[in-house]
């Protein structure tokens, strides 16, 4: 497990590298936020998450572990404006991610444009080690085509979630 340096949530939008997606959802921002916050449904729907779970609390400072590619990552949150911004910094990351970045932020921003609509933006912020930029750089439009994948998926489960309730 590496340890990552951790970043203010002001750094995400100055990083040297960012990847992002953007949907407007037929979705409340309060359901967009509400499925974010739900972190044991989101490997049902952000593309190669294995597993999700809360380690810490729920607001600024908590923390959660998740698994890709059989690595953990453990995350540690930094924004928690509900129901419009949510982040987080990676604070340890074992696998390839440890070994390519020294930093990474995410950050989901939710703009209500109606009571029914919200438009919803995932921002994943890198420091890459010095060797590795070249090649998360060429990672852009690959990791922000899962991203938008993540959106879509995000959007159809807040809808299955409404139609249940």
Not at 80 to 98: H, S, Y
Not at 130 to 155: C, F, H, M, Y
């Amino acid at each position: 497990m590496v340890t990552m340096q951790r970043r203010p949530p002001e750094w995400t939008d100055t990083a040297p590298v960012k990847m992002s997606a953007t949907r407007e959802m037929a979705a409340s921002a309060q359901e967009v936020w509400d499925a974010i916050c739900d972190h044991d449904q989101w490997t049902e729907w952000f593309p190669r998450l294995e597993a999700c779970r809360p380690t810490g609390g729920t607001g600024i400072g908590s923390t959660r572990t998740v698994q890709v590619g059989g690595k953990e990552v453990h995350e540690e949150f930094i924004v928690w404006d509900e129901p419009t911004a949510w982040g987080f910094t990676v604070v340890e990351a074992d696998g390839p991610l440890g070994r390519i970045t020294n930093s990474l932020n995410e950050r989901i921003s939710i703009d209500a444009v109606s009571n029914d609509r919200a438009r919803v933006t995932y921002l994943m912020a890198w420091d890459p080690k010095t060797w590795s930029a070249p090649i998360l750089k060429l990672a852009n439009r690959p990791v922000s085509k899962i991203l938008d994948q993540a959106l879509t998926g995000l959007e159809q489960h807040v809808r299955t979630q409404r139609d249940h309730s």
